[in-house]
């Protein structure tokens, strides 16, 4: 999915940026989600999602890939976070653009 988006933007120099998501800190996955990763993304059972995202960038051609690095989890003041909060659900918005 990555790859596509990136392709469908065209030629020329991109940049990304890797907004908050839930952390390597609190996102516990089982063997059939990890075995989808590379292997040194998944420690302790839990996924590292930002380090996921900013590879498939770049091996996508994405040159300059920034990172939020902020646990929607950990943050409730910030974010919110279905796998803290439960089965309610909130909204959370993308901004992106084109030059």
Request: glycine share 12%.
């Amino acid at each position: 999915m990555v790859a596509a988006g990136v392709a469908a933007l065209g030629a020329g120099a991109k940049a990304a940026v890797i907004g908050p998501a839930i952390g390597p800190c609190c996102y516990e996955v089982g063997d059939e989600v990890a075995t989808l990763f590379d292997a040194d993304l998944t420690v302790e059972r839990k996924l590292d999602l930002w380090s996921a995202a900013e590879r498939a960038l770049r091996g996508a051609g994405v040159e300059t890939v920034e990172r939020v690095d902020l646990c929607t989890r950990c943050h409730p003041e910030l974010f919110f976070s279905h796998r803290r909060s439960g089965r309610a659900r909130g909204v959370q918005g993308v901004l992106g653009a084109v030059a």
